[in-house]
């Protein structure tokens, strides 16, 4: 029914463009979007205070029915949009079940609570309260209960549609010691958190996790990250999977609450994360960048966008750079200039691992989103190979591929290894199906379309192990694992070998 609905809304866009230009059509959609939109929100928030808008119970009622049906009836064309964007996609098997969780507490509680590095010592301690009074303060110390620092903070809210956030509120806190656990409390309520700060040198643990949702298999997956430790998680995009229905990013930030608020979260945007729309021009990225602050306006090499940035971690033995899949990239573009400056000032004998994520892959044999990340393949592809980057981690494509050393198609051993990882458990299910004689198939060295995540353990300047984890039953199976040498130390004889298994040994 959804693919007819589909295919009869774009016949009649066909239809419309023929006989009306399509200016026109825009301007004047927009126009009567925007009167009667203004007027069904002047009620919904005259009705939150308890106020009267007509001044008499019969208008307030016959208002109140058409302002109710406005937003049902956008709900319900939002959702067509998608289906419409997305129907000539790849098909899946069929979806698993949502996993909502809610909140019962009070409004002052802090819920979603999530912690993200600033810096080379401070943390930022992010939550939302349904009371939008509530205090931007954390309490923190390294005793249970026993809070010696307050720090301050500020906090945001947005709106769309009818849907108004709860306060989010942002904290940093600071200068904390390394591999060293702290206890805090948000807003002077609710429970008592405790977090681990990374470690100040090698060796260091990162989770991998790409396209997560929250579902069955988003459940499991964090599960088994939970059932051992580790020390940062890096997320190339595709979050919550709200897909502007936005009660979602709030039962999301609640899934991944109890992770999220002991070790921090390091995030990018993928697809799922723009929520913008055609005819109401909501902007891009508005719940994620509110949600989701990671620390773009901080350190030695601030990139302006909190779509894309960097940072360092184990005291600058590693340098992460997440990249914005869709933000600008092309040649001129502000990306592009700040990732050229970030780079140059990385120092591979103090800096030995180089580690990118972005959302859409630059390498991938999946049927699904074939050639998707060629234009920023193009782009960008030469500069990450001239600064011998050891890895780059894509999501996207929900299954598990990893590829050998590579550079512009071609197998080369001074090239980044790619590993797709989109298998975190999204509501759309796996891209089962891999092409077998696609150009890149020879450069494929393990393919598995199952839910699961990643970890990459360097163990020295020159070492680090990569594993990929699935999700069997009760425990994370290891499918796939591979040692890889830094390029900073590779060996010149190396350098110009031809590529293969050996590269990454």
């Given at each position: 029914?959804?693919?007819?609905?589909?295919?009869?809304?774009?016949?009649?866009?066909?239809?419309?463009?023929?006989?009306?230009?399509?200016?026109?059509?825009?301007?004047?959609?927009?126009?009567?979007?925007?009167?009667?939109?203004?007027?069904?929100l002047g009620y919904m928030d005259q009705a939150a205070l308890g106020l009267s808008y007509t001044g008499t119970f019969c208008g307030d009622a016959l208002v109140g029915a058409m302002a109710h049906s406005w937003r049902i009836l956008l709900q319900g064309l939002?959702?067509?949009?998608?289906?419409?964007?997305?129907?000539?996609?790849?098909?899946?098997?069929?979806p698993s079940p949502l996993v909502l969780v809610g909140h019962d507490k009070p409004s002052s509680h802090?819920?979603?609570?999530?912690?993200?590095?600033?810096?080379?010592?401070?943390m930022r301690i992010s939550w939302v309260t349904d009371d939008r009074k509530a205090p931007s303060v954390v309490e923190y110390g390294k005793s249970p209960g026993k809070y010696t620092t307050l720090a301050t903070g500020e906090h945001t809210t947005y709106q769309?549609?009818?849907?108004?956030?709860?306060?989010?509120?942002?904290?940093t806190i600071g200068p904390l010691e390394p591999s060293t656990t702290y206890y805090y409390r948000c807003g002077r309520a609710g429970d008592e958190f405790s977090l681990r700060t990374p470690p100040a040198t090698l060796p260091i643990e990162f989770v991998v996790i790409g396209d997560l949702g929250q579902t069955g298999w988003t459940a499991s997956t964090l599960s088994?990250?939970?059932?051992?430790?580790?020390?940062?998680?890096?997320?190339?995009?595709?979050?919550?999977?709200?897909?502007?229905?936005q009660?979602?990013?709030?039962?999301?930030?609640?899934?991944?609450q109890p992770l999220a608020s002991a070790r921090p979260w390091m995030v990018t945007e993928g697809n799922h994360e723009i929520e913008t729309l055609p005819v109401v021009e909501f902007a891009p990225f508005v719940a994620y960048n509110a949600r989701w602050r990671m620390p773009y306006d901080a350190g030695d090499s601030p990139s302006g966008s909190n779509l894309y940035y960097s940072f360092d971690a184990a005291g600058g033995a590693a340098h992460v750079v997440m990249l914005g899949s869709y933000a600008p990239f092309e040649e001129g573009s502000e990306q592009r200039r700040w990732l050229e400056r970030d780079l140059a000032r990385v120092d591979r004998s103090r800096t030995p691992w180089l580690v990118v994520l972005l959302h859409a892959p630059w390498y991938n044999t999946n049927e699904a989103h074939q050639g998707e990340g060629d234009r920023m393949r193009r782009a960008m592809e030469k500069m990450l190979y001239d600064a011998r980057v050891d890895v780059v981690f894509a999501g996207h494509?929900?299954?598990y591929e990893r590829f050998t050393r590579i550079y512009d198609n071609e197998a080369d051993s001074r090239g980044p290894m790619y590993i797709t990882i989109g298998d975190g458990g999204n509501r759309e299910g796996l891209a089962l199906r891999f092409i077998k004689d696609h150009k890149s198939s020879h450069l494929s060295l393990f393919q598995e379309a199952s839910f699961g995540h990643g970890r990459l353990r360097i163990v020295n300047e020159t070492s680090a192990v990569w594993s990929w984890h699935r999700n069997d039953d009760d425990h994370a199976t290891v499918r796939d694992e591979v040692w890889l040498e830094s390029l900073a130390a590779a060996k010149p004889s190396l350098a110009t070998a031809a590529g293969g298994h050996a590269d990454e040994l």
């Open positions: 029914m959804a693919r007819v609905a589909a295919a009869l809304i774009r016949v009649m866009f066909h239809v419309v463009a023929m006989a009306v230009p399509v200016k026109s059509l825009a301007g004047v959609a927009k126009v009567a979007f925007a009167l009667i939109n203004r007027r069904c939002t959702s067509l949009m998608f289906l419409c964007v997305h129907a000539d996609e790849y098909v899946r098997p069929p802090p819920q979603q609570v999530h912690i993200s590095v600033v810096g080379a010592n401070n769309y549609f009818f849907y108004k956030s709860g306060a989010i509120h942002h904290v088994h990250i939970g059932g051992s430790d580790y020390d940062m998680l890096l997320l190339p995009g595709d979050l919550s999977y709200a897909d502007t229905q009660p979602l990013w709030d039962s999301f930030g609640r899934l991944v494509v929900h299954a």
